[in-house]
C-alpha cells in the first residue's frame, strides 16, 4: 500500500505529471506576461487564452526529425536530456508541498534537504556544458565554455543568499524554515536583500536575459542546443520549464514563507507564491539587455558577491544579538 | 544611469490594450488610392497599348482576337504584376484602374491571371498635362 | 589557438545573407574576411533593357527600406539628362516623402540594434512606433514600401489638405516617443553597456577607409550630401547636420537619434511651406546622349549613380553604389580586436543593407584559395562544359 502511494506521489502528484503541467502553465504565463509588458499579444489562439500553446509546442518538437550528428559523440549526445529531465524533476520531488508540518516528515522532507536541491539544481549546468561539448559544433563549444563561465560568477552569491534564511532559522531542512517564517512572519524583512540578490542569480541560472548569452540567439546561433532537434530538444525546453518551477518553488519556500494550511491551501499557497516570483522573473526579463560573458562576471563579484555576504552578515547579528 | 530607467512605463503597458491587431480575425482598414490589383473597364479601352509598353514586369498581354470586328483581348497576368500603377499613369482614356484587393495568394500562378475580350472603343482621349 | 568561425551566409544576426569569416583566438577577434555576391541578381544588366520609365520601378526594388533613395537618386539623374526641372510643389512632396522614410529607417535600426543586444522591448517599442509612419506614408503613396512616387518630371500623386493636417498631427506623437527613446538610450546600464566602445573607428581610419554616412559622423567628420552637394530643395530648407564624437556604436545610435529630430524639423517645415502648383511635368521618351552622376543622402551614407545615355529609349549604363559597399573597409577594421559578443553590434552598427551592394562576383576557389574574377562568356563555357559532361535526365517540369 506504501509502495503505492509513493508510486502515485511520484508519478501524478508532485511528481513528473503534475510537474509537466505546471511547467507548462508557467511557461504559458512568463510568456504572457513577457508580452504584455512590451504592448504585445503573446499566445492567444491555442486553446482559451492560448494555454495550451507551451504544451503544443513540446508535441510539435516531439513529432520533428531527430538528426544526431556524425562527429557526435552518441551516448552521450542522446542520454543527456534525459538525465537532464531526471534531476530537474528529482529536485522539484524535495520541495515541501504536500507534507508541510515538520513533525510528520514525508519521504521527501529530512534534514540537510536544502543542501541537496542547490546541489541537484547545480547540475543542469554541467549537464549544458556536456551537450554544447559532444555536439562538436564551434558554436556549441563556446557556448558550453559560456554556461561554465557564468556558473563562476553566480554559484556563490546564490549559495550565500539562500542559506542565510537557512541560517536564520536554524535548520538545514525545507519544510521547518517555511513554519520559521510562518510562525515569524516579520523576519522575512531583513532578509530582502537577500532574496534580492537570490532572484539575479536564479535568472542567470536558468539563461533568461540578461543573461541568456549562452545561447544567445544572434550570436552564436544556438549555443549549447545548437544540433538537438526533434524530441532531444523536446526535453531540453521541458527541463528549463520544471528548473524555473523548482527554482521559483525553492525562493518561495525559503524567502516567503513556504506553503501551509494543509492539502487544498497550501496548494493554492504554492501556485500563487511561486506565481509571484516567477511574475518578478519576468520583469526583469523585459526590463533589461544582454550582457556580455565578461560583464556577466565582473557583475557577479563587484556587486552580488558583496552583497550576499552583507546580507549574512545581516543575518548573523540578528540571531546573534536578537534571538 | 539609473537601473530599470524605464520600470514604470513598462508596467503601465500591463494594462494597456495590446497594440497587436488579431489578423485574421480583425483587418485593419486600407487607405483610399491604396495600390491594389489592376483592372481594365474595357468600354473605355482604345488599345493604344501604352500600358503593354510602360509596364516594367510585361505583366499586361494584349492580342487581337478578331482583325475585322475589332475584337480584341487584354490579360492582366496577376502574379508578374509589381502592383506600381504605372498603367494606370499610362492610360490616355482612364480605363485601366486599380482596386484595393491585396489578399490575392493563390496555391497556383496561373490561377491570377484575369482576361477581358472587348471591342476596341471610340472615346476621346483627355488632354495630357 | 586560433581557429575561424564563419558569420553566415545564414545566421540569425544578418537579415541578409553575407558570409564573415572571423579568426578567433578565445573571444577575441583577430582578423576578418567579407565575402558577398551571396544576393546578387544582374540589375545593372537589367537596367539596360528597360526603358526609362521602367527603371524606376528596377532601382526602386534594389531595396526595402531605402527603397525611395534609389529611386530618387536615379530619378534626379535622368531628369538631369533630359534637361528637364520638376515643379516646386513635386520637389517638395518627393523630398517629404524622403524625410519620411529616413524616419522609418532609423526607428527601424533603433529596434534591429536592440535586438542585436538582447533588448527586446526596445525592439517592440520602436517598431510599434515606426507603423506611425508606415501608415502615413501608405496613405500618401498607396504601398506601406516600395513608394513609387517618383515620375519622371515630378510626382505621381498629390497631397490633400486633410492628408497634411494628419502627419501634422502625427508628427507630435512621434517626436514624444523618440525622447523617450533617448531617454531609455541614455539611461539603460545593461543596453549602454553593451553599446558604449564597442566597434570604436577613430576619425583618421574613417577618413582613411572612406566611410560615409552615419558611421562617418559618428566619429566627428560633418559630412552629409544634403549640406555639401544640395540637390532637389536642401538649399532652402533649415537643417543641420548631426555628429558625435565618441567614435564607437553608441555614437552612432546618438547620430541616428539626432538625425530624427531633423527629420521631424525638416518634414515640418515642407508641410507648413507647401507651395502650390503642378506636381510633374511631361518628360521626353528618349533622353539626350551623356552622362551624369547623381548624388543622394540615403539613410545609410552617400548613395551615387551612374548614368549613361546614348540618347535611345533606354539606357547605356547603369552603376549603382550604395553606401553600404564604402562601409565594408571600416567594417574590417572595426570588427578587429573586438569580442565575438559584439559581432552583431558592430555589424548592424553600419546599417548593413547588403542587398544595396552586390555588384561584381569573384569566385574563391576553395581547394586551392585562388580568386578570380569571371566573366559572363566565361561563366558560360564552363556552363556548357558541365552540360556535356552530365547531360540532363529529362525528368524535370518546365514550370511555365
Not at chain 1, 63 to 84: M, Q, R, W, Y
Not at chain 3, 47 to 54: C, G, N, P, R, S
Amino acid at each position: 500500500m506504501a509502495v503505492l502511494k509513493t508510486v502515485l506521489y511520484l508519478i501524478v502528484y508532485p511528481g513528473i505529471l503534475f510537474l509537466f503541467v505546471y511547467a507548462t502553465f508557467v511557461e504559458w504565463f512568463d510568456r504572457k506576461v513577457y508580452a504584455r509588458l512590451q504592448n504585445r499579444m503573446g499566445p492567444t489562439h491555442t486553446g482559451r487564452f492560448g494555454l495550451l500553446q507551451p504544451i503544443a509546442d513540446f508535441v510539435k518538437l516531439m513529432s520533428k526529425e531527430d538528426i544526431v550528428p556524425d562527429k557526435a559523440d552518441k551516448t552521450l549526445f542522446t542520454l543527456l536530456p534525459i538525465f537532464g529531465l531526471a534531476i530537474v524533476a528529482t529536485a522539484g520531488l524535495l520541495l515541501p508541498v504536500w507534507h508541510t508540518n515538520p513533525l510528520q516528515p514525508g519521504f521527501n522532507s529530512f534534514p540537510g534537504d536544502i543542501i541537496i536541491l542547490l546541489y541537484l539544481l547545480s547540475l543542469p549546468t554541467l549537464i549544458f556544458f556536456l551537450a554544447g561539448w559532444s555536439s562538436t559544433n564551434l558554436f556549441s563549444a563556446i557556448g558550453g565554455s559560456r554556461v561554465l563561465t557564468m556558473l563562476f560568477g553566480y554559484e556563490v552569491p546564490l549559495f550565500l543568499a539562500v542559506l542565510s534564511p537557512a541560517l536564520l532559522a536554524g535548520s538545514w531542512r525545507l519544510a521547518e524554515i517555511a513554519a520559521f517564517y510562518r510562525q515569524h512572519p516579520l523576519l522575512i524583512l531583513p532578509n530582502l536583500i537577500g532574496f534580492a540578490v537570490a532572484l539575479v542569480c536564479v535568472q542567470a541560472k536558468l539563461e533568461r536575459t540578461p543573461f541568456d548569452i549562452p545561447h544567445a540567439e544572434t550570436e552564436i546561433v544556438g549555443g549549447t542546443f545548437t544540433e538537438y532537434s526533434g524530441k532531444k530538444l523536446a526535453f531540453f525546453r521541458l527541463m528549463t520549464d520544471i528548473e524555473l518551477v523548482v527554482c521559483s518553488g525553492l525562493l518561495a519556500t525559503v524567502f516567503l514563507g513556504g506553503f501551509g494550511g494543509g492539502i487544498f491551501l497550501g496548494f493554492l499557497q504554492f501556485i500563487g507564491k511561486t506565481l509571484a516570483v516567477v511574475f518578478l522573473l519576468s520583469l526583469m526579463r523585459a526590463v533589461t539587455g544582454r550582457i556580455r560573458i565578461d560583464q556577466v562576471v565582473s557583475f557577479a563579484w563587484k556587486y552580488l558577491a558583496p552583497l550576499a555576504v552583507l546580507q549574512l552578515l545581516i543575518v548573523i547579528f540578528i540571531k546573534g544579538w536578537v534571538l | 544611469m539609473r537601473l530599470a530607467a524605464f520600470l514604470p512605463e513598462l508596467l503601465r503597458h500591463l494594462f494597456k490594450k495590446p497594440a497587436t491587431v488579431d489578423y485574421p480575425f480583425q483587418k485593419l482598414e486600407v487607405p483610399k488610392d491604396f495600390r491594389g490589383s489592376p483592372f481594365l473597364r474595357p468600354e473605355l479601352c482604345i488599345v493604344c497599348r501604352a500600358c503593354e509598353r510602360d509596364c516594367p514586369a510585361e505583366a499586361i498581354d494584349i492580342t487581337s482576337v478578331n482583325e475585322a470586328e475589332k475584337k480584341f483581348k487584354l490579360a492582366i497576368h496577376n502574379d508578374r504584376c509589381i502592383h506600381c500603377a504605372q498603367c494606370v499613369d499610362s492610360c490616355p482614356t482612364d480605363a485601366m484602374q486599380m482596386d484595393q484587393r491585396f489578399e490575392i495568394a493563390a496555391f497556383d500562378r496561373h490561377d491570377l491571371k484575369m482576361a477581358w475580350d472587348f471591342v476596341r472603343a471610340v472615346v476621346k482621349i483627355k488632354p495630357q498635362a | 589557438m586560433k581557429f575561424s568561425i564563419p558569420i553566415g551566409p545564414q545566421h540569425p544576426a544578418l537579415k541578409e545573407p553575407i558570409s564573415l569569416r572571423m579568426t578567433v583566438e578565445g573571444e577575441v577577434i583577430r582578423d576578418a574576411d567579407i565575402r558577398l555576391g551571396y544576393n546578387h541578381r544582374g540589375l545593372e544588366k537589367l537596367a539596360e533593357e528597360k526603358t526609362w520609365i521602367q527603371n524606376i520601378y528596377l532601382t526602386e526594388r534594389i531595396c526595402g527600406i531605402c527603397s525611395h533613395s534609389h529611386a530618387t537618386c536615379y530619378v534626379q539623374g535622368v531628369e538631369k539628362l533630359m534637361d528637364i526641372v520638376p515643379p516646386k510643389r513635386g520637389l517638395y512632396l518627393r523630398f517629404l516623402v524622403a524625410e519620411l522614410e529616413r524616419v522609418h529607417s532609423h526607428l527601424l535600426w533603433l529596434g534591429v540594434a536592440g535586438h542585436e543586444a538582447g533588448f527586446d522591448t526596445f525592439f517592440m517599442y520602436t517598431w510599434r512606433d515606426r507603423e506611425i509612419v508606415m501608415d502615413m506614408l501608405e496613405a500618401i503613396s498607396g504601398n506601406r514600401v516600395h513608394y513609387a512616387i517618383n515620375t519622371l518630371g515630378g510626382v505621381r500623386r498629390d497631397l490633400d489638405e486633410g492628408l497634411r493636417q494628419k502627419i501634422l498631427s502625427q508628427l507630435d506623437i512621434l517626436r514624444r516617443r523618440t525622447e523617450f527613446y533617448i531617454k531609455i538610450g541614455a539611461n539603460e546600464p545593461t543596453f549602454v553597456g553593451r553599446l558604449a566602445g564597442v566597434g570604436k573607428l577613430s576619425k583618421e581610419k574613417a577618413m582613411e577607409l572612406c566611410a560615409v554616412g552615419p558611421m562617418a559622423r559618428a566619429s566627428d567628420i560633418a559630412r552629409d550630401v544634403r549640406r555639401d552637394d544640395p540637390y532637389g530643395i536642401y538649399a532652402e530648407t533649415p537643417f543641420e547636420v548631426s555628429t558625435a564624437d565618441t567614435c564607437d556604436v553608441l555614437g552612432r545610435v546618438v547620430v541616428r537619434v539626432k538625425e530624427l529630430f531633423q527629420c521631424y524639423n525638416l518634414i515640418e517645415f515642407m508641410l507648413k511651406n507647401l507651395p502650390s502648383g503642378e506636381v510633374k511635368v511631361k518628360a521626353p521618351r528618349r533622353a539626350k546622349p551623356g552622362e551624369v552622376v547623381s548624388r543622394y543622402e540615403a539613410p545609410r551614407g552617400e548613395n551615387m549613380h551612374y548614368i549613361v545615355s546614348g540618347g535611345a529609349d533606354k539606357p547605356e549604363r547603369l552603376k549603382v553604389r550604395a553606401p553600404t559597399l564604402a562601409n565594408y573597409p571600416a567594417t574590417v577594421e572595426m570588427l578587429k580586436n573586438g569580442f565575438i559578443a559584439d559581432i552583431p553590434l558592430i555589424f548592424a552598427a553600419i546599417d548593413p543593407c547588403i542587398c544595396c551592394a552586390e555588384r561584381t562576383v569573384e569566385t574563391v576557389d576553395l581547394r586551392t584559395g585562388e580568386e578570380k574574377v569571371l566573366r559572363f562568356s566565361e561563366l558560360r563555357t564552363l556552363a556548357q562544359e558541365r552540360f556535356d559532361k552530365n547531360p540532363r535526365k529529362g525528368t524535370g517540369l518546365w514550370p511555365f
